[in-house]
């Protein structure tokens, strides 16, 4: 059974840093690209990042560039996402997802997230 | 960019109705579209992938289809745990884009 499950999250004061980790179990991790996805309170679903299944190349969303560095274990089968200068808008239930076996970045299963709230 | 539009907003349907919920996209995405269901408190789950491809497990009365900028998601007769929010969510290019959602709430 697939399972990706997210930790790291908490309070953090604006402009600080954090660090997610999504812990992958169930499959062949280091076969899969995987991302991360987050929703702020109330509101709908927000791509944030992605990486390759070798970690070889990463894709950010405009509004993390430069701030946020999605890195991966392949030997550990865990996934990261370091999160920095962090800011109210930031606040949100951060998800870990596993893209599908079709081919394409979309998302078969996915954790149970992790929030991260940036507040002072 | 490309921008995913949803419509309604909001869907108020009775059990055993059909629904009919839409994504837009604002420049051809190709097939390369899905669709998830978010019920409160949990994670997305997918449902249809390459715009008409039921993920594992999902019941037939769901489907999906479309190609391009317009697509659909079709539930044949609404059952009591089809009460969600729905997203797509185009892949053919970089950034991904999810859309605004979809609520489906009985009537």
């Known amino acids: 059974e697939v399972q990706l499950l997210e930790s790291g999250g908490g309070l953090v004061q604006p402009g600080g840093s954090l660090r997610l980790s999504c812990a992958a179990s169930g499959f062949s991790f280091r076969s899969y690209a995987v991302s991360w996805v987050r929703q702020a309170p109330g509101k709908g679903l927000e791509w944030v990042s992605a990486?390759?299944?070798?970690?070889?190349?990463?894709y950010y969303a405009d509004s993390v560039k430069g701030r946020f560095t999605i890195s991966r274990d392949n030997s550990k089968n865990t996934l990261y996402l370091q999160m920095s200068s962090l800011g109210a808008e930031d606040t949100a239930v951060y998800y870990c997802?596993?893209?599908?076996?079709?081919?394409?970045?979309?998302?078969?299963?996915w954790g149970q997230g992790t929030l991260v709230t940036v507040s002072s | 960019e490309v921008v995913m539009t949803q419509s309604p907003g909001t869907l108020s349907v009775s059990p055993g109705e059909r629904a009919t919920l839409s994504c837009r996209a604002s420049?051809?995405?190709?097939?390369?579209l899905v669709w998830y269901q978010q019920k409160p408190g949990q994670a997305p789950r997918l449902l249809i992938f390459g715009a008409s491809t039921r993920a594992t497990g999902i019941p037939a009365r769901f489907s999906g289809s479309g190609s391009g900028t317009e697509f659909t998601l079709t539930i044949s007769s609404l059952q009591s745990e089809d009460f969600a929010v729905y997203y797509c969510?185009?892949?053919?290019?970089?950034?991904?884009?999810f859309g605004g959602g979809t609520k489906v709430e009985i009537k």
């Open positions: 997802a596993k893209v599908g076996d079709s081919g394409g970045y979309y998302f078969d299963h």
């Open positions: 969510q185009q892949y053919n290019n970089w950034p991904l884009a």
């Open positions: 990486t390759s299944s070798s970690g070889g190349d990463t």
């Open positions: 420049q051809s995405v190709s097939s390369n």
